[in-house]
Nanobody, 125 residues
């Protein structure tokens, strides 16, 4: 059973940093690839970053390359999203997802089986 809980969101200013965490309370975390998606008001949920089970492979959407870094610590059952140089257009609810298959981009939400409840990130200008 995979149960994902995100944390770390908040209100920041343009140029600031945040680190999101997603923790799985299950026992098979390292068996799943993980991803971060985000959904802004009135928009579809979009892929942000993907990381393989052991962290050796990562993918990013173009708009966050060079600013965001996805990583994981399987000993802590946690995946992270380090977000630097935040912009107002990064404002969204950020969701963590997991799947037994490493889904390569372009990735749609329906390709991922497990989801967290989301955490709000708001970047003020």
């Amino acid at each position: 059973q995979v149960q994902l809980v995100e944390s770390g969101g908040g209100l920041v200013q343009t140029g600031d940093s945040l680190r999101l965490s997603c923790t799985d309370s299950g026992r098979t975390f390292s068996s799943y690839a993980s991803a971060w998606f985000r959904q802004a008001p009135g928009k579809e949920r979009e892929f942000v970053a993907i990381i393989s089970r052991l962290g050796s492979t990562t993918y990013y959407t173009d708009s966050v390359k060079g600013r965001f870094t996805v990583s994981r610590d399987n000993a802590k059952n946690t995946v992270y999203l380090q977000m630097n140089s935040l912009k107002p257009e990064d404002t969204a609810v950020y969701y963590c997802a997991a799947d037994v298959t490493l889904v390569r981009p372009p990735s749609s939400p329906d390709e991922w089986d497990y989801w967290g409840q989301g955490t709000q990130v708001t970047v003020s200008s």
